[in-house]
């Protein structure tokens, strides 16, 4: 069955900086655009990066524009999310999720179909 798991989070000070994978299974992974959402306490949860499924589209929230790298390796069934510069502000539960639909930029998460448990990341000093 389909099945995303992330990992990589954890406590940073402020400026440093975390590889976020997402390893997925059960499901024709080359064939999904993946997105990374987080949600702070209290808050929505929101989009903050996007990769189409060949890796050649790539869209960043205003946030993290500059910080934030996203990559995939289809045959290794991977997506990352280099995170630098830490923020306080960016601490949150990491996400990521896949689709189908092919879009020129991230989609709402209602359009997702298949997520991960999610990944804790804090930034304190």
């Known amino acids: 069955q389909p099945r995303l798991v992330e990992s990589g989070g954890g406590l940073v000070q402020p400026g440093g900086s975390l590889r976020l994978s997402c390893a997925a299974s059960?499901?024709?992974?080359?064939?999904?655009?993946i997105a990374w959402f987080r949600q702070a306490p209290g808050m929505e949860r929101e989009v903050v990066s996007c990769?189409?499924?060949?890796?050649?589209?790539?869209h960043y929230d205003d946030s993290v524009q500059g910080r934030y790298t996203i990559s995939r390796d289809n045959a290794k069934k991977m997506v990352y999310l280099q995170m630098n510069s830490l923020k306080p502000e960016d601490t949150a539960v990491y996400y990521c999720?896949?689709?189908?639909?092919?879009?020129?930029?991230?989609?709402?998460?209602?359009?997702?179909?298949?997520w991960g448990q999610g990944t804790q990341v804090t930034v304190s000093s």
């Open positions: 999720a896949a689709t189908e639909y092919v879009s020129t930029y991230c989609l709402g998460q209602d359009e997702y179909h298949y």
């Open positions: 059960g499901f024709d992974f080359h064939y999904y655009a």
């Open positions: 990769i189409s499924s060949s890796g050649g589209k790539t």
